[in-house]
Every structure is written in structure tokens, then in C-alpha cells.
């Protein structure tokens, strides 16, 4: 499995970086209006920073704007792909933008059915939201297992399952578990995925039988 860092604050881009295995980046226009900056400064410098995939989301909701947006977006950098929202709309755009030869990952999904669309629509990542369906009480990995069995039914389809909304390291594992090709984790998830109290404790205690012996 992949690990995107879905975030759009430049210095946790740049520490995830560091750890050697990040994958990619995926920006939305939440975490872009936290960020402070124009969207141009934060997907520039993001794309300085990694080589694999940028998503940028769009913000228009009418296909003709989808279009030109993501045209322009595409522009900046060799590594912008473009996130439409799972609507008619935006599945429109996305077949357009696929056939002009642009990334699109199709992002605001919440069943199987959305994407199967997206992936008949030649979506490069389908981004079903796990969080947010577990914050409404429904089982939202589950929604990315079935997503997975269902692709993986047809070998026409190429479109890349990216777990999205991904509220804790459990539901990395869960992801991982479920096949998912990519995980887009918030920059403190990863942190807490290196977490363990015996980690800690076992290099505490491997230290000091070092240090007494010196
Ligand atoms: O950026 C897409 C998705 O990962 C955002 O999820 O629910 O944390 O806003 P959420």
C-alpha cells in the first residue's frame, strides 16, 4: 500500500518527505483555506518538495468550470492531479480530463456503487471516505473492501483505490488489510503510527544495560 500525506501545510509535507516513503499528496479546499495561502503558492511549493501525485481539488461544481479549473491547475506542475467531486458533474469531468490526458482522483465517495462510476468515468484514484461514514455510525472501511473486491472483478479497470478521511493508525491497518492501493493519512496519524509504548520502553532498557556495562 501507498502512503499519501493528506494535508496541505507545507512543513509537514516536507517531514513526511523526510521519512523516505511518502508517496504523494492529497490537498482539499478545507485544508487548503487552513493553510492561509493561495492555492498556486501551497500546490507550487508541494510539488517542489515530492515527486509522486498532488491532488488539487477543484471548486466549481458545474463541469464547464471543473474543466477549466483543472485545465489550469494541471498547468503548474508535471505531478498535479486533479480531484473532481463524485457528482454528475464532476464525473463528466473527470472522463474529459482523463482523455486529455490529466490524473484525476475522484474524491467525496461514499459507496460502491459512486465508484464504479468513477472508474467507468477513467478515474486514476477513487477516494472513498472512511471517517466521515464512521462519524455517522455507518462502516466505512467496509465501503473500501467492497470497492476493492468489486474492481478487482474486472481487469479493465485501472482506477486505484485511495482510502480517504482516515481518522486513526487503526484505520491504516484496516486499509492495508482491505488491499487498498493507497492510504492518504493526516500528518499526525503517521506520527502516531510510530507509536508504542514497548518500542520506548525496550530502547530504554537495551540503553541503560549498555551504558552500565560501559
Ligand atoms: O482530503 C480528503 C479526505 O482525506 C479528507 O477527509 O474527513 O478528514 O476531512 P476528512
Redesign the pocket.
Known amino acids: 500500500m501507498e502512503f499519501f500525506v493528506?494535508t496541505a501545510d507545507v512543513d509537514e509535507v516536507r517531514r513526511a518527505e523526510d521519512y523516505g516513503f511518502l508517496d504523494g499528496v492529497?490537498?482539499?479546499p478545507?485544508?487548503v483555506a487552513d493553510s492561509g495561502r493561495e492555492l498556486e503558492d501551497v500546490v507550487l511549493d508541494i510539488c517542489e518538495m515530492v515527486e509522486g501525485p498532488v491532488?488539487v481539488?477543484v471548486t466549481a461544481t458545474e463541469t464547464e468550470g471543473m474543466l477549466e479549473e483543472g485545465r489550469r491547475y494541471a498547468e503548474w506542475a508535471d505531478n498535479v492531479i486533479i480531484k473532481v467531486p463524485l457528482t454528475p458533474d464532476g464525473v463528466r469531468a473527470c472522463n474529459r480530463l482523463t482523455d486529455d490526458g490529466i490524473g484525476v482522483n475522484v474524491?467525496l465517495c461514499f459507496s460502491p456503487n459512486q465508484a464504479l462510476l468513477a472508474a467507468r468515468a477513467g478515474a486514476t484514484y477513487i477516494?472513498p471516505?472512511v471517517?466521515?461514514l464512521d462519524?455517522i455510525g455507518h462502516p466505512g472501511m467496509e465501503s473500501v473492501e467492497t470497492i476493492v473486491d468489486i474492481y478487482d472483478n474486472y481487469d479493465h479497470i485501472e482506477t486505484e483505490v485511495l482510502a480517504?478521511?482516515?481518522?486513526h493508525p487503526r484505520h491504516v491497518t484496516k486499509a492495508a488489510l482491505a488491499d487498498a492501493d493507497v492510504a492518504?493519512v493526516?500528518f499526525d496519524v503517521i506520527e502516531q503510527m510510530f507509536q508504542h509504548p514497548k518500542t520506548d520502553l525496550g530502547l530504554e532498557s537495551f540503553l541503560d544495560d549498555w551504558n552500565d556495562a560501559q
Do not use: H, Y
Open positions: 493528506d492529497t490537498t482539499n478545507s485544508l491532488s481539488e474524491t477516494s471516505f471517517g466521515r462519524d480517504a478521511s482516515i481518522r492518504t493526516p
